[in-house]
């Protein structure tokens, strides 16, 4: 079964710093996608940024971006210049084509002003 | 257009009662999920629908949950004879379409199920 794991349940930033969120996974696919998703208090889940195994080059989002690697099975977040808004629980998710997610446990993120 | 919307947003009820949360995904998603969330987790998954039917129920806890989704839109997740351990927030995404390709989930903003 696919696992996700997130080793870091909290996670501190200065406004218009740099802070990278963790994330392993295990997985036997070859083919699969993978996720980052911001859940801040209101509960709605927003998609942050995905990133497709079969491609080798690394996901980019404005301020988001992410280290893919495969062999490893790592994929973590890195914010730049980071926002107040910022602020939220942020969940790493697999997912292999039609099936559901898999999300880990998440991490929460402040930043200080 | 509108989202994903899920009722109640909020639904306290009594140990060994029944409820029902509903979920309205956005219009023209043939694929629904319902997810459970409970306190400092990530959502687990519990179910979903291609169509009007179940096409994996493997995530559904035990017989007292049950999912139906009868003309494909609307979707209802029925718990019967609550218990304190299914307090959580139930979270309903649904998705263009499932399969070999990967479609958006989008979500719903969930419903907190208080079991007293």
Not at chain 1, 8 to 30: G, I, K, N, R
Not at chain 2, 50 to 57: L, R
Not at chain 2, 72 to 87: H, Y
Request: charge should be neutral; glycine fraction near 8%.
């Amino acid at each position: 079964a696919q696992t996700v794991t997130q080793s870091q349940p909290e996670m501190s930033v200065q406004e218009a710093e740099t802070v990278t969120l963790s994330c392993t996974y295990d997985t036997s696919e070859s083919d699969y996608y993978l996720f980052w998703y911001k859940q801040p208090p209101s509960r709605q889940m927003i998609l942050v940024i995905r990133q497709e195994a079969y491609k080798q080059q690394n996901a980019t989002e404005n301020r988001f971006s992410v280290n893919f690697q495969k062999a490893a099975k790592s994929f973590s977040l890195k914010i730049s210049d980071s926002q107040l808004g910022d602020a939220a629980m942020y969940f790493c998710a697999y997912k292999w084509y039609g099936q559901n997610f898999v999300f880990g446990p998440g991490t929460r993120l402040s930043v200080l002003p | 257009g509108a989202g994903v919307s899920q009722t109640p947003s909020n639904k306290v009820t009594e140990k060994g009662k029944y409820v029902e949360l509903r979920c309205d995904p956005i219009s023209g998603h043939t694929a629904l999920y319902w997810y459970r969330q409970s306190l400092g987790q990530g959502p687990e998954f519990l179910i979903y629908f291609q169509g009007t039917g179940a096409a994996d129920d493997s995530g559904l806890p035990n017989d007292r949950f049950f999912a139906v989704r009868p003309e494909g839109s609307v979707s209802t997740l029925k718990i019967q004879r609550t218990e304190r351990g299914d307090s959580a927030v139930y979270l309903c995404a649904s998705s263009y379409q499932t399969g070999s390709s990967y479609n958006e989930q989008f979500f719903g903003p969930g419903t907190r199920l208080t079991v007293l």
